[in-house]
C-alpha cells in the first residue's frame, strides 16, 4: 500500500489559493512525522518549500513566499500545503515527502495547474 | 550559497557499470546526511540511497540494493554513486540532495 497518497492534480484560479493534500496510509500517524513540501517546475530539480510538523515546529525554505504554508489535518492523517494568492508562476509539481523507517518516502506529486 | 553538482551521467548498455558524483559546496558538507533521489521522465521522485555525514552507514531502496553503492570522500566534498548491472528501469535523472537543498541532476540512459 502506498505511504503517502497526492492527488494528481489540481486546478485554480489566479488569486485563489489552493490547498494540496499529502495522506498518510493507515497506521502512520500524521501527527508523529514532519512533512516535507517541494515544488518542481518543469525542465527544473525540485525546489524546498517548507516543512512543517506542527505550529511551533516548522520550517520556512529561503526566500519562500509566506504565502505558503504548511498545516495538518489530523483527521484526515493529512499533511496540507496552502499556497494562498494563486499566481502563475505556481504552476508546477508539488511532492511531499516524510522519512519513514529511515527512509525519504515521496508522495507521487500533484500537478497544479493555475487558470 | 548551498551548491550540489552532479556528473557522471551518460549512455549505457544494460548490465554495464556507471559512476556519478556530486560535489557540494556552501554547507557542512562532512556531518551532512545525502541522499540519491532518481525521476524517470515525466514520473515522479524516487529514493534511492542515503548516507551519513561520516559515512558510516548507508541506506538503499530494495529497487537497488545489492547494485549500487553509495560512497564519499569528505576531504574533496563529494558524493558518489556507483551503479552496477544497470537495467533499462534504471534509465532517468538522478539527484543528489540534502532535505533543504538539490543538485541539477544528471540523466542516466540504459538502452538494451
Known amino acids: 500500500q502506498t505511504v503517502l497518497t497526492q492527488p494528481s492534480s489540481l486546478s485554480a484560479s489566479p488569486g485563489a489559493s489552493a490547498s494540496l493534500t499529502c495522506t498518510l496510509r493507515?497506521?502512520?500517524?500524521?501527527?508523529?512525522?514532519?512533512i516535507y513540501w517541494y515544488q518542481q517546475k518543469s525542465g527544473s530539480p525540485p525546489q524546498y518549500l517548507l516543512t512543517?510538523?506542527?505550529?511551533?515546529?516548522?520550517?520556512?525554505g529561503s526566500g519562500v513566499p509566506s504565502r505558503f504554508s504548511g498545516s495538518k489535518d489530523a483527521s484526515a492523517n493529512a499533511g496540507i500545503l496552502l499556497i494562498s494568492g494563486l499566481q502563475s508562476e505556481d504552476e508546477a509539481d508539488y511532492y511531499c515527502?516524510?522519512?519513514?523507517?529511515?527512509?525519504?518516502?515521496f508522495g507521487g506529486g500533484t500537478k497544479l495547474t493555475v487558470l | 550559497e548551498v551548491q550540489l553538482l552532479e556528473s557522471g551521467g551518460g549512455l549505457v548498455q544494460t548490465g554495464g557499470s556507471l559512476r556519478l558524483s556530486c560535489v557540494g559546496s556552501?554547507?557542512?558538507?562532512?556531518?551532512?546526511?545525502l541522499s540519491w533521489v532518481r525521476q524517470t521522465p515525466g514520473k515522479g521522485l524516487e529514493w534511492i540511497s542515503m548516507?551519513?555525514?561520516?559515512?558510516?552507514?548507508?541506506k538503499y531502496a530494495d529497487s537497488v540494493k545489492g547494485r549500487f553503492t553509495t560512497s564519499r570522500d569528505n576531504s574533496k566534498n563529494t558524493l558518489y554513486l556507483q551503479m552496477n548491472s544497470l537495467r533499462t528501469e534504471d534509465t532517468a535523472i538522478y539527484y543528489c540532495?540534502?532535505?533543504?537543498?538539490w543538485g541539477q541532476g544528471t540523466l542516466v540512459t540504459v538502452s538494451s
Open positions: 540532495a540534502e532535505e533543504e537543498h
Open positions: 556552501g554547507f557542512s558538507f562532512s556531518i551532512s546526511s
Open positions: 548516507i551519513s555525514g561520516g559515512g558510516e552507514w548507508t
Open positions: 493507515s497506521g502512520i500517524n500524521v501527527g508523529t512525522y514532519n
Open positions: 512543517y510538523n506542527s505550529d511551533s515546529d516548522k520550517h520556512q
Open positions: 515527502m516524510i522519512w519513514h523507517s529511515d527512509t525519504w518516502v
